[in-house]
């Protein structure tokens, strides 16, 4: 069975420090992995993905994500919070595309 | 360019009745997810919409069951409802059978009472 898990239900940070956002899974098969990030009352906004290549994978609002085939792992990073990136943050994985899996989900708050 | 529209925002329930859901998909996708997310926890796959068909289905009973339609527009109708299908309810198109990126809309909140 496919899993993802979110060791960590809320991470804190102060703005401007560097912020590591934590993702592991399971699959039975090559993973496709995603970050979504949702504001209260709103749908899931993409923020970035895996799909083959180069490791890190560079997407929206200057966050970042590591693939670790060896340690099944996507974090997400960013080299400088901001009080707006405060939000939850989910990580997905896919084998096929079609079916995907959410982690619990992790509440990132940037101080100031 | 609309995004993925949803209706309603909110819907208060029964236990025992049955709620249908909307979803419009962004324009230009022809493929509609949907999901649902319960309180304080992640998005839970319920199935797939293809070609007015169902492609993917997790793991939800028959009370769960779908309709895409030409437009490419989608609902999700929930039977017998039970307290716990109080949640929030995420539907989301992609472009083509390979949902390579989502795009999802701001849900339908229901509760059952």
């Known amino acids: 069975a496919q899993s993802v898990a979110q060791p960590e239900d809320q991470v804190n940070v102060a703005e401007g420090n560097p912020l590591t956002v934590k993702c592991t899974y399971s699959?039975?098969?090559?993973?496709?992995l995603f970050w979504y990030v949702q504001y209260p009352n709103r749908g899931l906004q993409f923020l970035l993905k895996?799909?083959?290549?180069?490791?890190l994978v560079k997407g929206s609002y200057g966050f970042e994500a590591e693939f670790n085939k060896s340690q099944t792992s996507f974090h997400l990073k960013k080299p400088s919070a901001l009080v707006s990136d405060s939000a939850l943050y989910f990580c997905?994985?896919?084998?096929?595309?079609?079916?995907?899996?959410f982690g619990s989900g992790t509440k990132l708050n940037v101080k100031p | 360019d609309a995004g993925v529209t949803q209706s309603p925002t909110h819907l208060i329930k029964t236990r025992g009745q049955q709620v249908t859901l909307r979803c419009s998909p962004k324009?230009?996708?022809?493929?509609v997810s949907w999901y649902q997310q319960a309180l304080g926890q992640g998005p839970q796959f319920i199935f797939q919409?293809?070609?007015?068909?169902?492609?993917q289905r997790g793991n939800f009973p028959d009370r769960f069951s779908g309709h895409q339609f030409p437009n490419y527009s989608s609902e999700l109708n929930v039977n017998a409802l039970l307290l716990g299908d109080s949640a929030l309810y995420l539907c989301?198109?992609?472009?083509?059978?390979?949902?390579?990126?989502?795009?999802f809309g701001p849900g339908t909140r229901l509760t059952v009472t």
């Open positions: 324009s230009g996708h022809d493929t």
């Open positions: 895996y799909i083959t290549g180069d490791n």
């Open positions: 989301a198109s992609s472009l083509g059978e390979i949902a390579n990126e989502q795009y």
């Open positions: 997905a994985v896919s084998l096929n595309f079609n079916k995907f899996y």
């Open positions: 699959v039975s098969g090559n993973p496709y």
């Open positions: 919409y293809y070609e007015e068909e169902e492609r």
